[in-house]
C-alpha cells in the first residue's frame, strides 16, 4: 500500500502507472506475438474481452481457440514473461510521478513520529526549562515553549505529551502537581518519556496558480474551505487551529503575521492542525500577549539536518 503526500501526488502517480501498465502491456504482446509467429492481423481478430485475462479487453478469444486454448492468464504470462510482470507489479507499489517534491522538507519538518521517545534537558541559569504545561483528560502536555529555552533545543513542541518525568508516569497528574515537579527534578539533567502530539494531523496540499490552497482563517483557526481546492480535497476541516506552517510553529501570531508565511512558502504545503477546542483549552491559562512574544516560532533545525 502507498502513501501519498497529497490526493494530487495520488492522481498524478495514478495516472503515471496507467501508462506505464499500458506500455508493459504493449510490450508484452509484442514477445508473445513474436514467439509464436502472429502477425497485427491475427491480434485483430473479432471477439469478446476475456473476463479476468491479462489481455482482457483486446479480442483474444478466437486466438485463443485457434491455438488450442492459449493459456494467456497472468499467471501463465508471468511464467513466460517474468521480467515484464514483475515491473509491472513494481509500479504499482512504488511512486513514478509525484507533485510534492522528493525529500520535502516542509514535511520532513511536520512529521509526528508514532511511539515514544526520550528527551533530557539541563535548566538554564535560572533553573527554567522553559516549557508550560497543561492537564487534558489526566494527560500531561506540552502548552507552552519558551524561545531559545531547553526544551526548545531539545526539540520538545506544542502539544507533545509528557508521559514520564525522569521514570515516574505523570498520567493522572494535575498541571501544579506536573510543574512542583519539575521544580525540584536535577537542574542538570531532566529526563521526559514524550508521545509527539497525539491530538495533532498533518495536512499535505498543493497551491493553485494564485498561490492559495483554498482556505479561510481567523485567529490562527480555519473557518471557511474553498469549494473543489486543494485544502478541501485533502481533508482539511474548519474548527481547527493551525499550530505549524511546513514545521514551523506559528502559535500565538496574528492573522497578519500568518499571511505572509503562508505567501512565501513552496507549492507543496503542510499544516499542522489540531481542534480547535482542545487548542483553547491548552493555552487558557497562559495568555495571548505571552505566546505572541515568548513563544518559540523558529524553524526547527533539528528536523533539517534529519531530513537532508
Not at 50 to 65: I, R, T, W
Not at 173 to 189: C, Y
Request: charged share 20%; proline share 4%; aromatic share 6%.
Amino acid at each position: 500500500m502507498s502513501f501519498y503526500p497529497s490526493l494530487e501526488d495520488l492522481e498524478v502517480d495514478t495516472e503515471a502507472k496507467e501508462q506505464v501498465k499500458q506500455q508493459n502491456l504493449a510490450a508484452a504482446i509484442a514477445v508473445g506475438t513474436q514467439q509464436l509467429g502472429l502477425t497485427s492481423g491475427d491480434l485483430s481478430a473479432p471477439g469478446a474481452a476475456a473476463a479476468g485475462s491479462f489481455y482482457g479487453g483486446l479480442g483474444l478469444e478466437d486466438l485463443m481457440s485457434s491455438y488450442g486454448g492459449l493459456d494467456i492468464s497472468e499467471r501463465a504470462i508471468a511464467h513466460h514473461f517474468p521480467d515484464t510482470v514483475q515491473q509491472q507489479q513494481i509500479s504499482a507499489y512504488r511512486p513514478l510521478a509525484a507533485v510534492t517534491p522528493a525529500g520535502d522538507l516542509g514535511m520532513a519538518r511536520s512529521e509526528i513520529h508514532q511511539g515514544v521517545k526520550m528527551v533530557t534537558l539541563a535548566k538554564n541559569a535560572d533553573g527554567k526549562l522553559g516549557i508550560a504545561v497543561q492537564a487534558i483528560d489526566k494527560g500531561i502536555f506540552v502548552a507552552f515553549v519558551w524561545r531559545d529555552s531547553a526544551a526548545s533545543l531539545g526539540g520538545l513542541r506544542f502539544g507533545d505529551q509528557i508521559l514520564q518525568i525522569n521514570g515516574v508516569n505523570v498520567a493522572g497528574w494535575t498541571m501544579k502537581q506536573t510543574l512542583k515537579a519539575l521544580r525540584e527534578a536535577e537542574a542538570s539533567a531532566v529526563k521526559f518519556a514524550v508521545r509527539e502530539r497525539p491530538f495533532a494531523r498533518v495536512v499535505t496540499m498543493q497551491k493553485d496558480s494564485h498561490n492559495v490552497t483554498g482556505f479561510v482563517y481567523k485567529h490562527g483557526a480555519i473557518t471557511k474551505l474553498v469549494k473543489d481546492s486543494s485544502a478541501a480535497r485533502n481533508g482539511l476541516l474548519i474548527n481547527h487551529q493551525i499550530l505549524e506552517v511546513n514545521g514551523q510553529c506559528v502559535v500565538g501570531l496574528k492573522d497578519k503575521e500568518l499571511k505572509p508565511i503562508f505567501d512565501s512558502a513552496p507549492p507543496s504545503m503542510t499544516l499542522t492542525i489540531m481542534p480547535a477546542f482542545i487548542y483553547k483549552h491548552m493555552v487558557e491559562k497562559i495568555g495571548f500577549k505571552k505566546i505572541k512574544k515568548y513563544m518559540e516560532h523558529k524553524v526547527p533545525t533539528a528536523a533539517i539536518e534529519e531530513a537532508m
